[in-house]
């Protein structure tokens, strides 16, 4: 009965895919509803779930030691070292890999992944012409001295760290979204990154650092913001009651809420679109006069403490830094490791803790000593990003063709393929517009964004496509969006996509069909794909650029345009 | 025995090309209408009024004490039940509906309580995000064969599907005068066919040697798009169809038309709409803001109620009024034009319709209309009885991605019994 009302509340609190299949294993032998709905759910659950619960059942029962431990590797070892790992594991399942992607398939996803955007034709047909055997590391190394890589990869940490909360929709992000990007542009060490996020002071014009303290306004959303993003760990349920999962106590979050206690926002984004003036971040002593920091109910006034560990002396410094210097050392046991999860994230769209940010004992790797060992080389190589992707581009994993074959096409766990994912709303976006060769008009930030994006803007398409999910794996467009992109420019904008592709094949038939191949999927036609198509322009007869238009359309609106695969 | 094929016949017929122009436009929606009468399960519409109303200028007043505002109170239909005085249309319609007086919810913040009272859960719980009473209605109760969506949403983005996926989410209607976006390609017919054969085509070399379930979703999501392009009842979306005799009831505002449009959703089968009236924020000037509201409030809203009683559909459609706090019993001090402030402890919603009882009050707040005096309401014991007006069992679990069961309304919820 006891084992039931506990089963009960851990379902009713945070659950996530392993400890969840923890609990089924808790449950087996119970009787009644509640075993029955156990049972259900199993049934109903996808194949991962599976896999990960025997994961969780038997946790690390032979664990090895941490492969490269004590040597600091470089890239093309680290990169022998992971696929070792993978394959390792793939042996263990009986799961056969797919073959390497062809260079097209290969080219395609790197930009995605770096620059977030597709590759123009000229790229395209520049790399597959090349013969260079060091090609697909040379592409790697060229996108990520890109702008472009620091742009798309601070937009998508932007997602993670400004809340969207109505409080921020009259934020300006522009100047954090250029403070991120020039860091991953000049490949500043993350550990130093994020000391500098996390002790930003001064005016928003001065540092785009302090906007994540205006944007997590409270001390509640910083220490949840802060904890999930950078220590890769889920406190927030800890906020109001001891922590399910974990030993995190009460007093372990507002430990560190301890620390966020005396920062300020002089003038906040709302006062600011409407009067003007900068935002100003300050630390200080605020809450000893009077003007207490909006605390919610659940607050505990307890003295700064590290997560797990012990109590920080605080004299009259300020207390931010002296967080930020325990955090980002190498001796925390969580920041390079959530650095490690989050890249992996981003390159694999899922990481080796899943989700991203919600580590805990319960919640184990599907890779233990890969994760470690990534997590040493992190340390060892000075948190250097471009060396952690150098050497996970390098793989035999992350170049893996997308296409499974007979028996691992029901992996979504071992890497056994690639595994598709959908653009983001601001890859879809970037990459039609690259293609049909326009140029996005961007929306007014701040006050003048009162009434949301307008019509035709980069913006707007963003906020229609954006649906909060929880699994870039998972489909998530509706209907909307794809009536939008269907019925809308810039899809039905070919003109130029067709006339410059007709010109340049001198008006022959086969020759314009591969232009637009290559221009919208950044890839060669077949011979079957051309004969099909030939047949296509055919039909239309005296009206062949009509056809050339049905055609770029309905690449566009395809599967394997809407996929990063 | 009723001759007129069901709506579901009439799509295939018209799909297989077979009935022609003279089932198209009114007469198809008749046909629908005729149909659905008779089988109906049971469909909503929620009146959403953004930024909190004041319950105390509304349906619980306080006239002549210290802090209850300007307004009178009026009678209705119902002996012993008396509203604002701004809302006398509704007064008239009292008898077919309720007033749920001691709402008492957890959340003060504009976007966390709307989160709670559109979903039933608190904001960032669980790292879930989940689905709005809306896809709920549209899961549970809608047809999962039908073209047209089963949860619109007009005027407002509102809250989706989160874990139940994009086969739930709502249409959105942004501007109920426009319709819905995109839907009319600006191509020919002809040559709109021919690119969607053409994309079916890419699609099935695609699927063939990449299986991946992205791609089947897609193809999914893509061929409903069509599908609803084609569909002659999305004439329910076009509102110049309506003559003007019937539209002038609703008043002029946008609200208005929402609520008409909503009244040709209903007709044509849709579960869920959720119609959103913005403004209520009124932490200044309350009292010319909240008046010039429950004008718009009282034509549409009755306009509404009276249609879908003339038609038959009034005991089937729950229609709900209701917004995400109630506001401060004290009138701030704000300026010249002072106003309320954000107050979740207290408030008031109303339901009609829905084969509800009735004339009736639940619940009763004290003497400032500031604390729940008898019969608290909370966001479980409200989601739970929308749920038992409409037939969906509150305690049915959903499955999220990860497997994790989620009930459709949380543990701990006491439905109110005395609607049923």
Redesign the interface.
Known sequence: MTEQRIVRRW???????SS??AITFLAVGLDGPEAQ?QQ???A???PV?VVQKKKAANPMAKARPIPGQGQKLDVAALAKLIDSEINRQLKAEAIPASPKADDAEFLRRVYLDLVGVVPSADKTIAFLESTDPKKREKLVDELLTDERFGKAMAESWLLCMVPR???NRLLIQAPFHKWLAEKFNVNERLDKVVFDLLTAVGSQDDNGAITYWVANNTVDKRT?NITRMFLGI?L?CAQCHNHPFTDFKQNDYWGVAAFFMNVRVQTDAKQAAKKGGPITIVEGNAMAKGKKAALPESAKIVPAKFLAGEEAKLEKEPARPVFAKWATAPSNPYFAKAMVNRFWYHLFGRGLVN?VD?MHDDNPPTHPELLAALTEQMKANDFDARYLIRAIMATDAYQRT???NEKN?DDRTWYSHR????LTPEQLHDSIFAVVGQVARKAPEGAAAKKGPPANTRDNFLAFFR?????P????????????L???APS?AANRVVEESVTAAKSDPAKTIENIYVRVYARRPSAD?TS?MMQ?IEKAGAQPR?AYT??V???L????F??N? | MNLLPTRREMLKLSAAGVTGAAFSGWLNVLAARAAETRQRTKSVVLLWMDGGPSHKDTWDLRPGTDHGGPYREINTSVNGIRISEHLPKMGELMNHGAILRSMSTAEGA??RAKYNLHTGYRE??????YPSMGAIVAKELGSQEAAM?NFVSVGNRSY????L??RH?P??VNDPARG???????LNTQ?FD??VG??D???Q???R???????Q???T??N???T??RDTGTAAFDLSREPAASRAGYGTSKFGEGCLLARRLIEAGVSFVEVTLGGWDTHQDNFDRVKNLSTQVDSGMSQLIKDLKDRGLLDTTLVIWMGEFGRTPRINARGPKPGRDHYPRAWSAAMFGGGIKGGQVIGRTDAEAATVAERPISTLDFMATVCNIVGIDHNK?N?A?????VRIV??GSNPITQLL
């Open positions: 379902i009713a609190q945070v659950a996530t895919v969840f299949a709905a259900k759910a199993k109903k659950a996808p779930i909360e109505s409080t949840d889920q927030e989700p919600d997308s296409k499974p096409a595994q598709p994912r959908m649906i909060d999910s929880v699994d794996l998972e489909y998530q467009t509706g209907i909307p969006q794809a009536l939008r269907m019925n809308s039905n794909e099909r296509y009509t049905d055609m359309w309905a690449m609106n395809s599967s394997e809407v996929l695969r | 504009h976007a960032g719980v669980g790292g879930l995000v969506p989706g599907a989160g874990f996926g994009p989410q249409l959105i819905v976006e995109n839907l009319r390609s600006t040559q021919n690119r053409l994309l085509e890419l699609e070399g695609f699927h040697t990449h299986q991946a379930s992205l791609t979703a897609h193809r999501t893509v409903r798009a069509v609803l392009m679990q499955h991605p990860n497997g994790r069961p949380d543990r």
